[in-house]
């Protein structure tokens, strides 16, 4: 099994470029997250997703649009690229928290992005 | 108001000494669950212990335990016996199952360094 994986690990963007990020999971997990992390601040959630061909907005959504078109995958774009979202991006995946499932997420690698 | 408080930014502790990182959570869901991260220097997110809100006893794995005191809405890491690999970023992150739809709240992190 690989995981969590997320493509690519690293990119420069200059201003006002797009791009998209994708997290793919083997896992068959239902939930879907993308985070982001800057120095000091933690893990602010962008967007996730509870099922296939769902999304819902997290603390942070502004300047992000995510689209789960098939449940091993969860697509992160940035439409107009901007210095503010210079950041290291992580995908995670989680079963549901029942029973004996505690339900902790699994983390890609994180992708590196610089926006100039 | 912010759902975790992580209030150590950073901690010292010796080598083969125990040490405590604190997590204070806010929510009003009765079912939860509190979950500790490992982030080491090369930045990939390690899942350590998982403590759910109608767990009794404390969580153990390892060297790691995790206090949890439910009325005063703390779920303190304990790690026994400090190993110089054991330096890293640490965060709290809590799971709500009812009231966010299965979001993911995250600490602002402690740093550990383990002295040698």
């Known amino acids: 099994n690989a995981g969590v994986t997320q493509t690519p690990k690293f990119r420069v963007l200059k201003t006002g470029q797009s791009m998209t990020l994708l997290c793919a999971q083997d896992m068959n997990h239902e939930y879907m997250y993308w985070y982001r992390q800057d120095p000091g601040m933690g893990l602010r959630l962008i967007h996730y997703s509870v099922g296939e061909g769902t999304t819902a907005k997290g603390e942070v959504p502004d300047g992000y649009n995510v689209s789960r078109l098939k449940k091993q995958n969860f697509l992160l774009g940035l439409e107009s690229a901007a210095p503010s979202q210079t950041s290291v991006y992580f995908c995670?995946?989680?079963?549901?928290?029942?029973?004996?499932?505690?339900?902790?997420?699994?983390f890609g690698p994180g992708t590196r992005l610089t926006v100039t | 108001a912010q759902k975790i408080t992580q209030t150590q930014p950073g901690m010292f502790v010796q080598e083969k000494e125990a040490v405590t990182l604190d997590c204070t959570y806010d929510?009003?869901?009765?079912?939860?669950?509190l979950f500790w991260y490992k982030q080491p220097s090369s930045g990939e997110m390690i899942f350590l212990i998982y403590?759910?809100?109608?767990?009794?006893q404390n969580a153990t794995e390892g060297r790691y335990s995790l206090n949890f005191q439910k009325a005063r809405k703390s779920a303190n890491l304990v790690i026994s016996a400090s190993q110089l690999g054991d330096s890293a970023m640490y965060f709290c992150a809590m799971r709500e199952t009812l009231n966010t739809g299965n979001q993911f709240y995250f600490g602002t992190g402690t740093s550990l360094t383990v002295i040698p």
């Open positions: 995670a995946s989680s079963p549901p928290r029942q029973g004996a499932v505690t339900g902790e997420q699994y």
């Open positions: 929510t009003s869901d009765q079912s939860y669950g």
């Open positions: 403590q759910g809100s109608y767990d009794e």
